[in-house]
């Protein structure tokens, strides 16, 4: 598909600065301001519009710093706007605090949120402005946008609402040091998996960093692609199939082998990520937005997903997509003062320059919704990163991009048990009637 052309005469300034001038930025504001915080100094401005902003770019999330940066530079090149801004981890709780707050009126005026079955209860209450009709009004709103980049940002009934900046995809990272030094083969298959597991755990290391009660989400997603197949795994129907019921067993095969930490039912996933960090566990299944934040560049690695038993999924399939963007509300659009302000600062995040800075600050793992010039001088760990995701031989979306939020929340928690010998048909039984009680829908969200 060919890229839409962009005008540059409606940007809302200039979209790049660099870390120099965002620093000088900064401390010009703080100094300005006598003692004061950046609020107060800012909104000493007359005649100030005030642009409600809520992202997933806060805490230790990637994107964090350029996502800061952006709104700073944003408001010094706009000065008649200030950017109240609520930026935090997209954790479950966030993602239902936001639910809450648009049911109860309370929405912001820019969102960055996901686009997946996640914002389903979003879109129903009709509340985001549609691409389609932004464009109508100001032509070259995400004109730097890719035109694949946008449909695989659709919400679940085909629209474009959210304009995307980067992508992700999920892989295992594995301390190739480690296997080095006790002789192994890296992983690549099921039978090279197991030896690690038991080789590492002989001899006092974790083999998979992981933190079953916190984040199962990724060792989940690939269990069952890999059990199920592609076509189970995207369309499982309205009863939980039996390559379901094994994939979730599998949890408690890996457990059994001893493949998880002992108190994997009590860290974190931060805590998991510390574990192999420091070469104390040898493998951790995460995805492109972790490798910002790995230290070793040169020793660690990143595989393709080894496999189970007798697997039904091609070797080299990846969990990847495009499932976040900024929105623009209707309380926005609708408000004159605000129109304006929100289109600005939504392009400011989303022009070429602007992704191009979000795909350098994470190492270019992530797929870009742009066109991005690869950062030169990569690290080992990102040349393989950018191989892993070339090479994928298929690419498919997470579970709970399609499966209704509570149904996800409720086999999400229901992991660690089952890895403890639970009964994974009752679990999965539960999960489906869930979905079907929300909205008659089964679990890949599509109606009977």
């Known amino acids: 598909m060919q890229k839409r052309t962009r005008n540059h005469a409606f940007t809302g300034g200039r979209c790049r600065r660099g870390a120099a001038m965002a620093l000088l930025m900064i401390v010009t504001v703080l100094h300005a301001g006598c003692g004061t915080s950046v609020e107060e100094y800012m909104s000493q401005e007359p005649n100030r ?17 350029v996502y800061g940066e952006i709104r700073l530079e944003f ?14 981890s997209s954790d479950e709780q966030w993602k239902t605090g936001i639910v ?14 996901f686009t997946d079955a996640t914002a389903n209860q979003l879109v129903a209450m009709d509340k985001f402005v549609t ?12 004109a730097d946008t890719l035109d694949w980049a946008l449909e695989l940002a659709a919400n679940a009934d085909g629209v474009s609402r959210a304009v995307p900046t980067t992508g ?11 296997f080095e030094e006790y002789g192994l083969p890296l992983p690549t298959d099921w039978l090279s998996f197991v030896q690690a597991v038991e080789v590492f755990r002989e001899n006092g290391i974790v083999p998979v960093a992981c933190a079953l009660s916190n984040v199962p989400h990724y060792w989940l997603e690939y269990l069952l692609l890999y059990t199920a197949g592609e076509k189970d795994y995207l369309e499982p129907g309205s009863e939980p199939p039996e390559s379901w019921m094994r994939a979730v067993e599998l949890f408690g095969t890996l457990r059994e082998m001893g493949a ?6 009590s860290i974190t996933n931060e805590y998991a990520a510390e574990l192999f960090e420091r070469k104390e566990a040898a493998m951790f299944l995460e ?5 910002p934040g790995v230290k070793d560049r040169e020793h660690t690695l990143v595989l393709p997903f080894p496999g189970v038993p007798d697997q039904k999924m091609q ?22 003062k605000k129109r304006d302000a929100a289109v600005r600062y939504v392009m400011a995040h989303t022009c070429q320059e602007a992704v191009q800075r979000y795909y350098d600050d994470g190492g270019g793992a992530a797929v870009a919704a742009t066109e991005v010039v690869p950062p030169e001088n990569r690290s080992r760990l990102a040349e393989w990163a950018a191989e892993y995701g070339d090479l994928a031989v298929k690419k498919l979306l997470p579970t709970d991009s399609r499966m209704d939020p509570q149904a996800y929340q409720t086999l999400i928690a229901g992991i660690s048990e089952i890895s403890l010998g639970g009964s994974a048909d009752r679990l999965l039984r539960r999960v489906f009637e869930i979905a079907e009680e929300k909205g008659g829908r089964n679990v890949q969200g599509d109606d009977h």
């Open 49 to 65: 519009v005030v642009l409600r902003t809520v992202s997933m770019s806060g805490g230790t999330n990637p994107g964090a710093g």
């Open 75 to 88: 408001m010094m090149e706009n000065p008649d706007i200030f950017v109240e801004d609520d930026s935090q």
């Open 100 to 113: 809450t707050d648009f049911a109860v009126g309370n929405e912001p005026d820019v969102l960055q949120f």
């Open 131 to 142: 691409v389609e009709e932004i464009r109508e009004v100001y032509p070259d709103y995400a």
């Open 168 to 178: 992700f995809w999920e892989g295992l990272y594995v301390n190739e040091d480690l």
């Open 260 to 265: 998880f930490p002992e108190d994997t039912d």
């Open 287 to 291: 995805g492109s937005w972790y490798l």
């Open 315 to 336: 070797p080299g399939a990846v969990i990847s997509g495009m499932t976040s963007g900024f929105y623009i509300t209707r309380k926005a659009w609708n408000d004159p």
